[in-house]
């Protein structure tokens, strides 16, 4: 199972992502998950934490620099995939509210800021509605598994559970 961190940059109220205005996403233009709105992430490289990992993917991906100690974890899942397994990820979610730089189309994604309550879920990853809100709207933190099924995107989600917890 492949280990992947996940950044949601969010501009707004630092003290909590409720009273946020503004969340950064990428549209993802090439490889897994192209065509979908998304955070900002990839692989751990050797020698780098998860945390480093959401950093350098970030900057790799729209530009904005983003340190370690500015993230905070709001979810970590596992993504399975029923006739797909090759596709598996390990997801470690974190959001920041500090970073530095403005945001710049890549090769890779091209980012646009989205209102906090609007977050665009019928253009993002089939699982986001089940827990997108959870994280991001109402500031839970969680610990969840996520079963696709079919052999092809859009891999429907035929299970999801989670549960809060703290990180």
Not at 91 to 102: D, L
Request: proline share 7%; aromatic share 12%; net charge negative.
């Amino acid at each position: 199972m492949r280990v992947v961190s996940l950044l949601f940059i969010i501009d707004g109220d630092p003290s909590s992502t409720l009273g946020a205005s503004k969340i950064l996403l990428g549209k993802k233009k090439v490889r897994f998950g192209a065509g979908y709105w998304n955070g900002f992430g990839g692989g751990v490289e050797e020698g780098e934490s998860i945390e480093e990992s959401a950093c350098r993917e970030t900057k790799e991906e729209c530009g904005l620099l983003v340190l370690p100690e500015h993230l905070s974890k709001v979810a970590h899942i596992q993504f399975h995939f029923e006739e797909k397994p090759e596709y598996n990820h390990d997801v470690h979610v974190f959001i920041t509210h500090t970073f530095s730089g403005e945001p710049v189309e890549t090769e890779e994604m091209q980012p646009q800021w989205h209102e906090l309550k609007n977050i665009p879920l019928d253009e993002m990853w089939p699982s986001d509605p089940y827990w997108v809100p959870l994280v991001l709207q109402q500031g839970k933190k969680i610990e969840a598994e996520c079963l696709f099924i079919g052999p092809e995107k859009p891999f429907p989600v035929g299970k999801f559970e989670y549960r809060e917890v703290t990180f």
